[in-house]
């Protein structure tokens, strides 16, 4: 039998190569960059893309598709912070780079979140809603 975090790498393994194949023209999932620590991550990401020749001629052409996640961050003026997905996929690493303090998670329709991410939510503490169409 497989312990928990065994299948929960190799789940996570599965879909990062997934992913991997479907960036060759599908869009990046939105980037949330809301302090110092975010931006420290992106440029690592940025880095290990660019190990791939042609995502790296993307990027320098600037056409890799880099989207900023709407609305990510705190909610000004309010005391429980939340974050807006407006399309993409939220993955574990997506929940994990936004800024400390999200309480809740705003998803546009057709934002798919994957069950790991799920998961990662209720440890995190983070509820996750729709918004209305």
């Known amino acids: ?44 990401d940025v880095l290990r893309l660019a190990e791939d020749a042609a995502v790296r001629a993307a990027i320098a052409a600037g056409t890799y598709p880099f989207t900023l996640a709407t609305g990510a961050g705190p909610a000004t003026g309010q005391g429980n912070p939340v974050a807006t997905i407006d399309k993409g996929v939220v993955t574990e690493t997506s929940l994990t780079r936004l800024p400390k303090g999200i309480v809740k998670l705003l998803l546009a329709d057709g934002v798919t979140v994957t069950p790991l991410a799920k998961d990662r939510a209720r440890r995190l503490g983070i509820t996750i809603e729709r918004l209305k169409p």
């Open 1 to 44: 039998m497989i312990d928990g975090e065994t299948l929960r790498s190799l789940v996570r393994d599965a879909i990062a190569g997934e992913l991997a194949g479907l960036r060759k023209g599908a869009k990046a999932a939105p980037i949330a960059i809301g302090s110092d620590a975010d931006l420290r991550a992106f440029a690592r």
